[in-house]
C-alpha cells in the first residue's frame, strides 16, 4: 500500500463520509472510488463495509487505520525535523497584549526576531487584546504580554520591563505647575481611559481606588490620538506611558505630570501557559524580546 492509500482511509474514516473526504483531499469521487478500490485488491479484503449509508471499518480496516495513524503521524514529524535541520527551527506563535499601546514597539521587534529566525511565523492576535490571560488558557494564543497577573497555577509569568505611567495635561492646565499629582488632585477632573472595566486602568488601580477617590467624570476614549486631542483642547486629563507619550511632547502643546512623588511605575510579564512543553524557538523568543527591550529601546 502507498501512503495516499492510508490518507485516503484515514481521511474517510475521520471525515465521517465519502463526500467530506472528497473535499478533503481534493478529489473526485471517481478517484477516490478508484483509490479504495486499489488499497482492498492489494489487501485482498474489504476495509469497509456499508451499514446504512455509512461506511463502517472492518477489522482488517481497523489495523489498516490504526496504521495510517501512526506512519502518517511520523511522517509529519520526520518532515519537520528535515525542514528544522535544512532552514532552521520551523513553526508559529502567536502573541497578543492587554494593551493597544504596546503595538507601538512590539512589530518592530517581530521583525528583528522575524530576520533571526524566518521560518518562525509571528502572528500578532489583536482580537485577545484586553483578555490575553483568558485567551491564553483558551489556547488562542501562545504568548500575552501583561501587566496585571492574576493567580492561576496554570499561567507562567516572566519579568519583560517596568515603566512609568505619567498623567498628560493641556499647556494651560491647573495641573502644569505641579510636581506630582495626588489622588485628591483628580476629584474635580474629568479622566480619559482607554477602555473598561475600570479595574484594569493603572491610574485607577494604583492611585485613585486605593484612595478611594472618583473623578468628576470619566470617559473611555480608546483611539490614543482622539484622546490626546481632548487633552490639548483642555477638556479632559490622561494616563499614559511615558515612552508612548514622548513623541507626543516634542510636537503638541501637551505636558507630562508625574503620578506620586515617587512616580507610578508597573513591571510588564510576558506570560505562557504553566504545563505546556513550547518548543526551544519560544525560549529563544523570550530572551530576544527581553535583550532588545531592555538594550535597544530602553524602555522606561
Not at 511522517?75 to 528535515?82: M, R, S, V, W
Not at 490571560?133 to 488562542?140: A, G, R
Not at 483642547?233 to 511615558?242: C, E, L, P, Q, W
Request: proline share 4%; aromatic share 8%; hydrophobic share 45%.
Amino acid at each position: 500500500m502507498e501512503i495516499r492509500h492510508l490518507k485516503l482511509i484515514k481521511a474517510i474514516v475521520e471525515e465521517g463520509s465519502i463526500t467530506k473526504a472528497i473535499d478533503k483531499l481534493h478529489l473526485t469521487q471517481s478517484a477516490l472510488s478508484h483509490q479504495l478500490k486499489e488499497a482492498e485488491y492489494q489487501l485482498g479484503t474489504a476495509i469497509f463495509l456499508r451499514t446504512n449509508k455509512k461506511l463502517v471499518l472492518t477489522k482488517a480496516g481497523e489495523k489498516i487505520y490504526n496504521l495510517a495513524n501512526e506512519i502518517i503521524s511520523k511522517l509529519a514529524e520526520t518532515e519537520a525535523q528535515i525542514k528544522q535541520m535544512v532552514f532552521g527551527e520551523y513553526g508559529e506563535i502567536r502573541i497578543s497584549t492587554e494593551c493597544f499601546s504596546s503595538y507601538h514597539w512590539l512589530p518592530s521587534v517581530l521583525k528583528q526576531f522575524h530576520l533571526l529566525y524566518p521560518n518562525v511565523e509571528l502572528k500578532i492576535v489583536a482580537e485577545a487584546t484586553h483578555i490575553p490571560l483568558q485567551k491564553i488558557l483558551e489556547n488562542t494564543i501562545d504568548i500575552a504580554i501583561i501587566s496585571d497577573q492574576i493567580k492561576d497555577n496554570n499561567i507562567k509569568y516572566i519579568e519583560l520591563f517596568q515603566d512609568e505611567v505619567v498623567m498628560v495635561v493641556s499647556e494651560n492646565h491647573a495641573w502644569t505647575d505641579k510636581k506630582y499629582v495626588v489622588a485628591e488632585d483628580f476629584i474635580n477632573e474629568h479622566l480619559i481611559i482607554h477602555s473598561l472595566p475600570l479595574e484594569t486602568v493603572t491610574i485607577h488601580q494604583f492611585l485613585l481606588a486605593p484612595a478611594k477617590i472618583s473623578p468628576r467624570k470619566i470617559t473611555p476614549m480608546p483611539l490614543t490620538e482622539a484622546s490626546l486631542e481632548m487633552v490639548k483642547a483642555d477638556m479632559g486629563v490622561m494616563s499614559m506611558a511615558k515612552w508612548a507619550l514622548l513623541p507626543h511632547l516634542k510636537t503638541s502643546p501637551i505636558k507630562a505630570i508625574k503620578v506620586g512623588k515617587n512616580g507610578l511605575k508597573r513591571k510588564h510579564f510576558i506570560a505562557v501557559r504553566a504545563n505546556e512543553n513550547y518548543p526551544d524557538y519560544f525560549q529563544h523568543f523570550i530572551h530576544f524580546l527581553q535583550n532588545e527591550i531592555n538594550l535597544q529601546w530602553n524602555i522606561q
